[in-house]
C-alpha cells in the first residue's frame, strides 16, 4: 500500500450527476496508461447492504464473485474496467457501524468510550486502505455516495479530510458538481457550484478538481471563474457535458485531459501513453449498427430501467459483438396478464423474462414464455425467468396443471419449483440466499456448450428457490434438457428445449459479468438468434 495514491469523488448540488460513470471513466484511464486500479464504493445508508432494498428505492442489486450484494454502481466499475469487484469494493454505513458495535462488544477499545471521531472514522480509512493493501494497486478510487451536505454523508468527509491531512500526497479529491442553464436568461450558471464547494469547504476539504456537468461547453471565461472561486487551477476545471452514452463519457474525459491532471497534481510520471482503441472500436460499432433487432424484457419492474441495469447493459455489449442495435421493448407482466401477450409480444425477435421476487406478475412471465415456446421465439429466461419457464412446461405440456413454485404455493401439487434445502431454516431476509460463483458442468451436446465453447464454466448467483429433481426425469423424456448441472450440490442451472430454435432458462444471472471487452456469451447468442429469426 505503501505507493498506493487515493482519490476520492464526491458529488455537489444534485444527486444522480453520475460520479460512478466519472469514477469508472477515470479507472479506464488510467488502466490504459497501465497502472491497476480497482474503484470503492461508499453508501450513506445504514442498510448492512442494498440486499433487502426494493428496486424502486435503489435500482438493481449488484452480485460480485464473492457473493457481495452491492450497489448498482459497481456494475458500471466492473463493465468499464474489465476487472471483478467484491465485498471490500462496496460499504454501507450500516456495515461501519456494525463493525464499530461488534468489536466494541468484543472490548477492543479497551474501555473506551466509542465515537464517531476516532472510531467510526477509522474504521472508514481502514475500509479504504484494506483494499489497497489486497492487491497493492497503484490507485483506489473511492465514490462517496449522496451529495455534500447530507448529514449522513459527513462521518465519509470528515475521512476524507483526516487522510489528506495524514497523506498530503497520496490523496486527491475529485468533486462532480452541476453547472445548470438557465434557458430564460440563455447562460450556464456556476453559483451552485461555488456553493457545493463552500460546503465541501466548511467540512474541511478542498476539492483538487472540479467536474462540471453541463448541457452546454463551458467557455474560458466560465472556467476561469470556477477556477477563481474553487481554489483549483485552470486545468483542473473539467467539462463533463451531456453524452449520447455513458460509454462516450471516458473519451471526453480523456479530451479533457482528466486522467493526466490527475496524475500530474499527485506527481505521478505519465511513462506509457494512453491506448483505448479497443474502446474506441466498441463504440464505433455501438454507433454504426448494420441493423436493429427489437426483443421484449418482461419484468415486473420496466417502467424503472436501473432495475434491469446490468441486462440493458448486456444487450449494449452483445448488440455491438453483432454489429446490430439492440432495440428493447419492456413489456410489464402485469399487462400480458390483462391483456394477452400477442398485442404485447407482436414483432419481437426474442423474449428476455426477467428475474425478480415475489408474487405480483408472475403468471404474466409464465405466459410470456409460453408465447416464445409455442412461436418459436428465441427465448432466454434468468433466474426467475428460468424458473417460471420450467413451471409453464410443466403446466402445457407435462400437463401438470397446477404446477408452481412453493415461493408462491406453498401447497402445490406439483412443486415443480422448491427451496433449497440449506434455506429452509434460515429466517433472515439479508444476506442469506445462494450468493456470488458456482461452478456448472454443462453437457457437450447442448446450446449452452455451443454458447461457452466450454464444459466448465462459473456464474454469479442470487436466488432461494430450485429446480425439482424429483421431476427431472420427466421434463427430460418430454424435451426440456437440464444441459447445465452445480457438480457439487447437483443443481439444474441451465435448461433447454430440444425442439426449439433457441430456448435458454439459467439459474444464475449471466448479465453481471457482461463488460465491454468481454460481452457475454449467452447475450452474444441469443442477441444472434434473434437476428436469425428476423
Not at 462488544?105 to 464517531?116: A, F, I, K, N, W
Not at 475500509?127 to 449522513?152: C, M, Q, W
Not at 447562460?187 to 460546503?199: D, F, Y
Not at 415486473?300 to 434491469?308: P, S
Request: net charge negative; proline share 4%.
Amino acid at each position: 500500500m505503501s505507493n498506493t495514491k487515493f482519490i476520492f469523488v464526491t458529488g455537489g448540488v444534485t444527486s444522480s450527476l453520475g460520479k460512478g460513470i466519472i469514477s469508472a471513466s477515470l479507472a479506464k484511464l488510467l488502466q490504459s496508461r497501465g497502472f491497476t486500479v480497482t474503484i470503492q464504493k461508499f453508501d450513506p445508508y445504514i442498510n448492512i447492504d442494498p440486499g433487502t432494498l426494493n428496486p424502486y428505492e435503489h435500482g438493481e442489486c449488484f452480485v460480485t464473485e464473492d457473493g457481495a450484494e452491492t450497489d448498482l454502481d459497481l456494475g458500471h466499475y466492473e463493465r468499464f474496467s474489465n476487472e471483478p469487484t467484491s465485498q471490500a469494493n462496496n460499504i454501507t454505513t450500516g456495515r461501519i457501524y456494525l463493525s464499530v458495535i461488534e468489536k466494541e462488544r468484543r472490548g477492543e477499545y479497551l474501555g473506551s468510550t466509542v465515537q464517531v471521531i476516532p472510531h467510526i472514522t477509522d474504521e472508514i480509512k481502514t475500509s479504504v486502505k484494506h483494499l489497497a493493501e489486497r492487491n497493492n494497486y497503484d490507485f483506489v478510487i473511492t465514490e462517496i455516495g449522496g451529495t455534500v451536505g447530507d448529514i449522513e454523508s459527513l462521518p465519509y468527509i470528515e475521512s476524507v479530510r483526516q487522510m489528506k491531512w495524514e497523506m498530503p500526497k497520496d490523496v486527491l479529491v475529485v468533486h462532480l458538481t452541476l453547472v445548470p442553464y438557465l434557458s430564460a436568461a440563455g447562460e450556464l450558471k456556476t453559483k451552485p457550484t461555488q456553493h457545493s464547494v463552500k460546503m465541501l469547504l466548511e467540512q474541511g476539504v478542498q476539492p483538487d478538481i472540479i467536474v462540471a456537468r453541463t448541457e452546454h461547453p463551458l467557455n474560458d471565461g466560465l472556467r476561469e471563474k470556477i477556477a477563481r472561486f474553487c481554489n483549483v487551477s485552470f486545468t483542473s476545471v473539467i467539462e463533463s457535458i451531456d453524452a449520447e452514452s455513458i460509454y462516450d463519457v471516458p473519451v471526453l474525459m480523456r479530451q479533457e485531459k482528466l486522467d493526466t491532471e490527475v496524475l500530474k497534481l499527485m506527481n505521478v510520471p505519465v511513462e506509457n501513453d494512453l491506448d483505448i482503441s479497443d474502446w474506441e472500436d466498441f463504440l464505433e460499432k455501438l454507433k454504426n449498427p448494420k441493423d436493429t433487432v427489437e426483443i421484449a424484457l418482461v419484468g415486473k419492474y420496466v417502467e424503472l430501467k436501473d432495475a434491469y441495469k446490468s441486462i440493458l447493459e448486456s444487450f449494449v455489449h452483445a448488440g455491438a459483438a453483432n454489429e446490430v442495435k439492440v432495440k428493447i421493448r419492456m413489456v410489464h407482466s402485469e399487462l400480458i396478464e390483462k391483456q394477452g401477450p400477442e398485442k404485447l409480444l407482436k414483432g419481437v425477435y426474442g423474449i428476455l423474462v426477467a428475474p425478480g421476487f415475489g408474487e405480483r406478475g408472475i403468471e404474466g412471465k409464465i405466459t410470456a414464455v409460453q408465447f416464445a415456446r409455442e412461436n418459436k421465439i428465441p427465448f432466454l429466461g434468468i433466474c426467475l425467468g428460468m424458473q417460471c419457464a420450467v413451471i409453464e412446461y410443466a403446466r402445457n405440456v407435462l400437463k401438470m396443471q397446477e404446477a408452481h413454485s412453493t415461493e408462491f404455493n406453498q401447497n402445490s401439487k406439483f412443486p415443480v419449483i422448491d427451496i433449497m434445502e440449506e434455506q429452509k431454516t434460515i429466517s433472515d431476509m439479508g444476506g442469506t440466499m445462494r450468493l456470488g460463483s458456482y461452478a456448472c458442468h454443462i453437457k457437450t451436446d447442448s446450446k449452452a456448450f455451443d454458447t461457452y465453447g466450454s464444459e466448465n464454466i462459473s456464474e454469479r448467483h442470487r436466488h432461494r428457490f430450485e429446480f425439482n429433481n424429483a421431476y427431472l426425469g420427466q421434463f427430460e423424456k418430454a424435451g426440456m434438457h437440464a444441459t447445465g448441472i452445480n457438480p457439487n450440490e447437483n443443481l439444474v442451472e441451465i435448461v433447454e428445449i430440444e425442439e426449439h430454435p433457441w430456448f435458454m432458462g439459467v439459474q444464475f444471472h449471466p448479465e453481471y459479468k457482461s463488460t465491454v471487452a468481454n460481452p457475454h456469451p449467452i447475450f452474444v447468442n441469443f442477441v444472434k438468434a434473434a437476428i436469425k429469426n428476423k
